[in-house]
């Protein structure tokens, strides 16, 4: 019988990484979530873990990564049989320029580092 897979999952405390890592996670699959924050000490890591049934809690690890930060995924998706890459920032913006002046770029800088 071949292992499990492991998936890594970019933005996994996100409205779309929560729930694919939730369905990875209840298929038996292994997940390294990435978070934006330190996951010791963020609010948002703490509910999400607290939202998973216990018994998954051990397939899941969590790692700090940003996406605008060069060779931050380096050593999260070594070794993993798949990414699923679904960070991003992911709001209304009314002045497109703007929100570009200040970083909020998701490609793009951020793809290329995962
Ligand atoms: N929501 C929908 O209905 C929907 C539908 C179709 C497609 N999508 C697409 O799915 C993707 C995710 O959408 P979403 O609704 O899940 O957005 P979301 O709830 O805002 O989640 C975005 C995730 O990306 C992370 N992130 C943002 N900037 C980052 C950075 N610089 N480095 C590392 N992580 C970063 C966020 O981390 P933090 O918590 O640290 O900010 C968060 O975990 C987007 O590309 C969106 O276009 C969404």
Same mark, same amino acid.
């Given at each position: ?5 492991? @998936? ?18 209840? @298929? ?46 380096? @050593? ?39």
């Amino acid at each position: 019988m071949s292992p499990a897979p492991t @998936a890594v999952v970019t933005g996994c405390t996100g409205y779309v990484g929560a729930e694919l890592t939730k369905q990875l996670l209840a @298929a038996g699959w292994t997940v390294r979530g990435t978070v934006r924050s330190d996951p010791a000490t963020s609010g948002r890591v703490s509910a999400f873990k607290k939202s998973l049934p216990a018994e998954h809690l051990g397939s899941l690890s969590l790692h700090q990564a940003d996406l605008l930060t060069a060779g931050a995924f380096d @050593a999260v998706v070594k070794g993993a049989t798949h990414v699923f890459h679904v960070a991003s920032p992911f709001q209304v913006q009314r002045r497109l320029p703007c929100a570009q002046r200040l970083g909020h770029l998701p490609f793009p800088p951020g793809g290329p580092q995962v």
